[in-house]
């Protein structure tokens, strides 16, 4: 018997689970067209198309809350869905008020929701069904729904289509009876052969089975409802209760306007856009990266067959070694394909991220008094979806730093000579393998003089003598640093800009600060594609191997050692128009270098931050998995990850943002007389003598 | 005696002592091939190897231990320890035998004992003429009291 239950408890928990997914899903919907939502208050008439979406929306958000017994959401979808319904027959025009009152909701669905997968007592939301209600009566007092919902998943309340409801018409005119059984399987009744499938067939013997839903009581039991008419006497069930089969006359409703409600909604659920296309698939993340990790595997599977084939090449007559050669060729290809696709399934939109941060403007909005015109692009841009969520904190970090604390109230924009409404600008774009998503405001831009104060104050000297825009992201990174003494509302959420910092390059990527005091901000966040598999550069430092992401090299240039100037200890380069701040590498890693004879550098960054790293040699170009540092004692500056080349051995890899900001360090006197700006398709791979590096 | 009454453990020895690990936290043992080394990591960190695809770090418990380091040769060997999540390779000078250890046998360390390694001690064992040190895992892989060099950044 125990046994039993437990499987139905695994069922039913698979079962929330995807019910959580499904919401996700059919909130961030509604999220985005609540925002396009907002633009027809107090318009009469609605984009038809919008309103069915968010209709369907919260429609199924509705069932689904119904099906597994979160009543909380069910009844607030309810009220949502009315309002919609309203909305939809023109009965009542679209007022902020409405806007505010459905994005709220969304919200308070969105709480709801994670309450119960959390398992903690979900807020009240009665206020929030009051004003709802309220919107109702708005629009035409008569039409009021009735409060349906209050017994979430009462089967009263269960929406038949319109079909459904003729067919019962139908039935009930030809003078049958409508009933409603209940169900409650256990394992006794089972063990007597009674189950949902002997009762329903029983049920079909009486009559016509109009409907049947399963329904989740409070404590977890699932019992089914079954609406039947029958033209059979009650006394033919009525010993059925015996069998745990209950039951009550269906009391039809009159002039139902839930009813109503499913008329339309009959559209939608029809013949109309299905719910939830039938071919897509979804996928467990951790499914995904195990995929991921199988394709990683057999990259270094190919390293190595590689490496046999090319000694094997010495030994084979010429047709056999071509042959082989051309397989080993067509693996790699294959292999490259294999992992695109693997790759591009792990890729999802930006959209979903941005209407979120839209969403936060809102209510920053409302909170300050401000005026803020949101201007978005690159919203199709795909990103990977473990990177997208790391980064989800992060980036509503600063779009509320760049409302809150950017842009100025409207009074203060108008004596300045700026339009009453702010602009914040979310972007987003590729290029590469790398994806960049810009935060920026025309607001007060970042005062490094009041920054540098505050570092004082607050005992961060060491950047005293810093004051250029380089180093002033530097220093609010700092963790701890806030330039307000009270953490406010809006920016005190625990995410300051170090995290905003931190997850970025723990990410592989790297922030980065433009502003103009008085003309605004730009935080540029650079982040790979994807995160386990990439192309590096291999290098050689001190007789050491390691690797560099390809995509984090600007350019590799040969260096000559007597072209090396040395400026108050600071080595530099003449590089384009200007000079390039050399960062040792051999030195920094505490290894022993030679200076004397001709090296490379690598080109990190580009523009005013180019710093070059000093290596002995280039030694080619591969294709490496990235494999993390878990462990605290090896996490050293300077190195992001490690790698496999096929052999067995360690490599590192480089950290090329760190080592840059290492080096700038370095040079913080100097780096400003660098003034250079390289133009940016110039970079060439410079042949370090092996013949296999490609431009 | 039964099987509740003993424990069982890794024996390995370290600059001529023989001491015990607790056999669960011990993944695996390998030869030490190619180590790559981490710059500015702690001093006692060798470097980082591949152990069933997770780099891994290799500490020398020579090191670790504020013994002088020795080269290693064909007797020296990686003991992987797999230990509240993390998994740490530990150089020693040798490590072949696994033993089962009556319950009743394993003692306190004396409180006499100091320096370096009697921090790591949590137990002693004498098996017939030997005298085996037990180390608390724990403590051994608590790193937090060495600090990492910084960068030269000249």
């Not at chain 1, 009315?82 to 009152?101: I, N, P």
């Not at chain 1, 972007?427 to 970042?446: C, M, N």
């Not at chain 1, 462990?631 to 052999?647: F, K, N, Q, W």
């Amino acid at each position: 018997v125990s046994k039993e239950e437990t499987s139905d408890d695994i069922c039913f928990a698979e079962f929330l689970d995807d019910y959580y997914v499904e919401c996700e899903e059919h909130l961030a919907v509604s999220r985005q067209s609540l925002l396009a939502l907002e633009s027809f208050v107090d318009h009469p008439h609605i984009d038809r198309h919008l309103l069915d979406e968010l209709f369907r929306s919260f429609h199924s958000l509705k069932g689904l809350s119904a099906m597994v017994g979160v009543h909380e959401a069910e009844q607030l979808a309810h009220q949502m869905e009315s309002y919609l319904s309203v909305l939809r027959k023109e009965q009542s025009q679209l007022t902020a008020t409405g806007v505010d009152s459905l994005i709220e909701g969304v919200k308070t669905l969105d709480q709801i929701i994670v309450s119960r997968r959390e398992n903690v007592q979900p807020r009240d939301i009665r206020p929030l069904l009051v004003r709802l209600e309220s919107l109702l009566t708005a629009g035409e007092p008569s039409q009021v729904p009735s409060e349906t919902g209050t017994h979430g998943g009462d089967p009263n309340a269960w929406g038949l289509s319109t079909e459904k409801s003729a067919e019962l018409a139908a039935a009930l005119q030809k003078g049958a009876r409508a009933w409603q059984f209940t169900f409650t399987p256990s394992p006794v009744l089972a063990g007597r052969e009674i189950n949902v499938n002997t009762v329903r067939q029983r049920l079909q013997k009486i009559g016509d089975l109009i409907h049947a839903a399963p329904h989740v009581k409070d404590h977890g039991q699932i019992s089914f409802v079954f609406l039947v008419t029958s033209l059979a006497e009650e006394e033919t069930f009525r010993f059925w209760q015996q069998d745990g089969l209950t039951y009550d006359a269906y009391e039809a409703p009159i002039s139902p306007p839930v009813n109503e409600v499913k008329a339309d909604s009959a559209l939608d659920a029809g013949t109309g856009t299905p719910l939830a296309p039938s071919n897509i698939v979804r996928v467990d993340l951790g499914r995904l990266d195990e995929l991921m990790r199988l394709v990683g595997e057999l990259v270094i599977s190919r390293s190595r067959l590689d490496e046999g084939v090319k000694r094997a090449g010495t030994k084979l007559p010429a047709p056999e070694c071509r042959a082989l050669q051309e397989t080993n060729q067509a693996i790699e290809r294959q292999l490259r394909d294999l992992r695109e696709g693997v790759m591009r399934v792990r890729l999802v939109p930006v959209r979903d991220v941005f209407a979120r941060m839209q969403f936060v403007v809102r209510d920053l909005i409302r909170e300050s008094g401000k005026k803020v015109a949101v201007e978005l692009s690159g919203q199709e841009t795909e990103i990977d979806k473990y990177v997208v969520e790391r980064m989800m904190d992060p980036l509503l970090h600063l779009v509320r730093n760049a409302v809150s604390h950017g842009l100025e109230l409207p009074k203060e924009r108008e004596a300045q000579g700026k339009s009453s409404e702010g602009k914040l600008f979310l972007r987003a774009s590729t290029t590469g393998e790398t994806i960049a998503i810009e935060v920026e405001d025309d607001g007060r831009g970042l005062d490094a003089q009041a920054i540098l104060h505050r570092a004082q104050a607050t005992g961060r000297t060491s950047f005293a003598e810093e004051n250029e825009t380089i180093t002033l992201l530097d220093v609010i990174c700092t963790p701890g640093f806030s330039t307000r003494d009270e953490a406010d509302r809006a920016s005190g959420r625990g995410v300051g800009m170090a995290v905003v910092r931190t997850v970025a390059e723990e990410l592989g990527g790297s922030v980065a600060l433009d502003t103009r005091p008085g003309f605004g901000a730009k935080f540029t966040i650079q982040l790979p594609l994807t995160l386990a598999i990439a192309d590096a550069l291999i290098i050689d430092v001190g007789g050491q191997m390691f690797a560099i992401p390809q995509a984090s090299v600007h350019e590799v240039i040969q260096v000559d050692p007597k072209a090396v100037t040395l400026l108050e200890n600071n080595e530099l380069v003449p590089y384009h128009n200007g000079v390039l701040p050399l960062l040792r590498l051999a030195n920094f890693f505490g290894m022993s270098g030679h200076t004397d004879t001709t090296f490379f550098a690598l080109v990190i960054n580009s523009g005013l931050s180019a710093v070059g790293l000093t290596v002995d040699r280039v030694l080619g170009l591969r294709e490496i998995v990235v494999r993390p540092l878990t462990d605290a004692v090896i996490r050293v500056p300077g190195v992001s990850g490690a790698t496999e080349l096929g052999d067995g051995r360690v490599v590192l890899i480089l950290d090329a943002t760190a080592l840059a900001r290492a080096a700038r360090k370095q040079t913080k006197r100097n780096w400003a007389t660098a003034a250079c700006d390289p133009p940016a398709d110039t970079a060439l791979y410079v042949d370090a003598g092996r013949g296999e590096l490609r431009p | 005696m039964t099987n509740t009454d003993t424990k069982t453990f890794i024996l390995f020895e370290l600059s001529g002592t023989t001491y015990g690990l607790c056999s669960q936290a011990v993944q695996q043992m390998e030869m030490v091939e190619q180590i790559t080394p981490v710059p500015n990591a702690p001093l006692f960190v060798e470097g980082v190897v591949f152990s069933r695809g997770q780099v891994v770090p290799a500490i020398n418990l020579r090191r670790r231990f504020g013994f002088e380091k020795k080269p290693h040769d064909l007797k020296t060997r990686l003991v992987v320890v797999a230990h509240e999540g993390r998994t740490i390779g530990l150089i020693v000078d040798a490590a072949r035998e696994f033993v089962a250890i009556p319950t009743n046998a394993i003692q306190p360390p004396p409180e006499a004992i100091s320096g370096l390694s009697g921090k790591y001690l949590q137990s002693i064992v004498r098996l017939g003429e030997r005298l085996v040190l037990i180390i608390d895992v724990d403590e051994v892989l608590n790193f937090s009291d060495f600090s990492v060099p910084a960068p030269n950044v000249a």
